[in-house]
């Protein structure tokens, strides 16, 4: 059973940075695409960054320049550093792993992890 665990959230002040961590248990993490996704009340799901097992990113338009995503496979966990946070960045964060082969799709969640930016 593959596991999702996220670390690092919390309360910070606009401008402040976090780095949240996910460790993956259960399955080789360096075969899955990694992702972070976000969620604010009343809002949609989104998709924050992403990192494929090759190592190519990807990050929403809103935290380009602010967020890196990064994985080391032989800690199994994927990070992402969030610098000069804002307020809109207050959300639920959500770890993916992700996997898509010619007959199979793999998808597993972390429980998701707070992070709040006020002052």
């Known amino acids: 059973q593959v596991q999702l665990v996220e670390s690092g959230g919390g309360l910070v002040q606009p401008g402040g940075s976090l780095r949240l961590s996910c460790a993956v248990s259960?399955?080789?993490?360096?075969?899955?695409?990694m992702a972070w996704f976000r969620q604010a009340p009343g809002k949609q799901r989104e998709l924050v960054a992403s990192?494929?097992?090759?190592?190519?990113?990807n990050y929403a338009d809103s935290v380009k320049g602010r967020c890196t995503i990064s994985r080391d496979n032989a800690k199994n966990t994927v990070y992402l550093q969030m610098n000069g946070l804002k307020p809109q960045d207050t959300a639920a964060y959500y770890c993916?792993?992700?996997?898509?082969?010619?007959?199979?799709?793999?998808?597993?969640w972390g429980q998701g992890i707070q992070v709040t930016v006020s002052s």
């Open positions: 993916n792993a992700g996997r898509v082969t010619s007959t199979d799709r793999y998808n597993y």
């Open positions: 259960g399955s080789i993490f360096s075969i899955y695409t």
């Open positions: 990192i494929t097992v090759s190592g190519f990113t």
